[in-house]
């Protein structure tokens, strides 16, 4: 499993890369991700998607306009 550290750095650079879509790219993988039954890596990007959220309320997935 990954650290939080890692998390961390994985939803800042997502921030840096995606802007004002990094929840939703993260997101999209989380899907994708459990499509494919890939339960474990679902659930990281899940937790990726969290904190971009934490970093930055205005990219969440629901918030997108």
Same mark, same amino acid.
């Given at each position: 499993?990954i ?7 994985? $939803?800042?650079q997502?921030?840096? /890369? ?7 790219? $993260? $997101? /999209?993988h $989380?899907?994708? !991700? !459990?499509? /494919? ?10 937790r #990726?998607?969290?904190? #971009?959220? /934490?970093l930055?309320p205005?990219?969440a997935p629901g918030? !997108?306009?």
């Amino acid at each position: 499993m990954i650290d939080d550290r890692e998390i961390w750095v994985c $939803a800042v650079q997502l921030l840096d /890369q995606h802007g004002d879509a990094a929840g939703l790219r $993260a $997101a /999209q993988h $989380a899907d994708e !991700l !459990l499509e /494919q039954g890939k339960l474990e890596g679902h659930l990281t990007w899940l937790r #990726i998607m969290h904190r #971009i959220e /934490q970093l930055d309320p205005t990219v969440a997935p629901g918030n !997108l306009h």
